[in-house]
């Protein structure tokens, strides 16, 4: 398994406390981009009020780290685009009765 792969599986295990879905199926994570054994993420959230905009990304930085062949990882939080309920899986739209 190639080392983004690995980086998705460690997101997939992150759930918005609002939303019963992972952040990845949740389409909140924009880029994964893996450079020697640092991963560059842009994610967004849900809304810019969103109640875990402190608590989010670091628990996706610290799901990154557990990935043996990351060293570091630079997270940066977009605005631009905005999410909308578009940008989920089909996965999670079936599970959110969408």
Wanted: some cysteine; hydrophobic content about 40%.
């Amino acid at each position: 398994m190639d080392v983004k792969n690995k980086i998705i599986d460690e997101i997939k295990k992150i759930y918005d406390p609002e939303i019963p879905v992972n952040i990845y199926e949740l389409g909140l994570i924009y880029d994964i981009h893996v450079d020697n054994k640092k991963a560059k993420i842009k994610m967004t959230l849900t809304s810019p009020n969103c109640p875990v905009a402190e608590s989010l990304p670091k628990e996706v930085e610290d799901g990154v780290m557990q990935v043996e062949e990351i060293d570091n990882v630079d997270l940066e939080l977009v605005w631009d685009p905005p999410w909308t309920k578009e940008m989920m899986s089909e996965a999670a739209k079936l599970e959110l009765n969408l």
